[in-house]
């Protein structure tokens, strides 16, 4: 088998704040390997955000080993994290985080624009325009995130996780500020773009969309409760 994206090994996560302590994840075992598309499931409080938070480098774990593409976190620098997470993880939450004062092209764009190695402008607008092209966006370029509906933002918003073609996509409540219309597309936009070979990872409380996943993590109380297997999708 090859080297998965993510491995996580007794993963633990505990909170302190004002001298109560949280357990917000124990013993997370868990593999992501090139092309899965999983989602992550379970009650409010469970632990979702917060794991996928330590698989995206944004967080750290208090117990347990995470490996990025073979690489033990723990042993990187926090430079070489940071260069991780800005090359190889895209990011997608509730909350489109676009900019507003930027144009559709101009947000799309910045990643590249902050990046180490530089990108030449027409290296850059051939980039954004696939982009924008891969999410049906393209004809949106010019506008402002306040001219377009909330789920025409959130395909921006993947547009722009996109860009710096990073290894995986790690996604947070996709759906949380879309009525249901604008939900279903969204997610049909993920499932289209895990056929063309993105990996993903999806959080979600909706059961309905965590079924559209290949392999479904169920979590309770910061544990996993249950997981579908990679090869064929029975309970274990
Ligand atoms: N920064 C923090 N400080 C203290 N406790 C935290 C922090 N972040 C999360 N927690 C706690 O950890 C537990 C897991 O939280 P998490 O946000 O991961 O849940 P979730 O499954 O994403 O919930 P939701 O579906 O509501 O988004 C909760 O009990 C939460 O209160
Ligand atoms: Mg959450």
Redo the contacts with the bound molecule.
């Keep these: 088998m090859t080297t998965p994206i993510i491995k996580v090994q007794q993963l633990g996560k505990v ?1 302190s ?1 004002n001298d109560m302590l ?1 357990h ?1 994840l124990q013993g997370i075992e868990l593999e992501i390997q090139q092309g899965e598309y999983i989602s992550i499931s ?10 996928l938070s330590i698989m995206g480098l944004l967080d750290f774990p208090t117990t347990g080993k995470l490996f990025f593409e073979g690489k033990d976190i723990s042993q990187l620098s926090m430079e070489q994290t940071a260069a991780i997470r800005n090359k190889k993880i895209g990011f997608i939450f509730q909350q489109f985080n676009l900019i507003d004062e930027l144009s559709i092209y101009d947000n799309i764009a910045l990643p590249l624009r902050y990046a180490k190695q530089p990108t030449s402008d027409k290296k850059i607008k051939e980039k954004v325009d696939y982009c924008l092209d891969v999410v049906g966006m393209l004809s949106k370029a010019g506008r402002r995130p306040t001219q377009l509906s909330g789920g025409q933002q959130q395909c921006i918003a993947i547009a722009r996780a996109l860009v710096a073609e990073p290894s995986i996509l790690l996604v947070d ?1 996709p759906t949380g500020n879309l009525d249901s219309k604008n939900s279903d597309q969204i997610m049909a936009t993920l499932e289209a773009l895990n056929n063309q070979g993105t990996t993903l990872c999806v ?1 979600t ?1 909706d059961i309905r969309y965590a079924e559209m996943a290949k392999r479904k993590v169920y ?1 309770l109380d ?1 544990r996993i409760l249950g997981q579908t297997r990679f090869d064929h999708q029975s309970m274990y």
Aim: aromatic fraction near 6%; charge should be neutral; hydrophobic fraction near 25%.
């Design positions: 909170f704040t949280t917000a379970g009650p409010s409080g469970c632990g979702k955000s917060t794991l409540e959080v409380h979590l910061g």
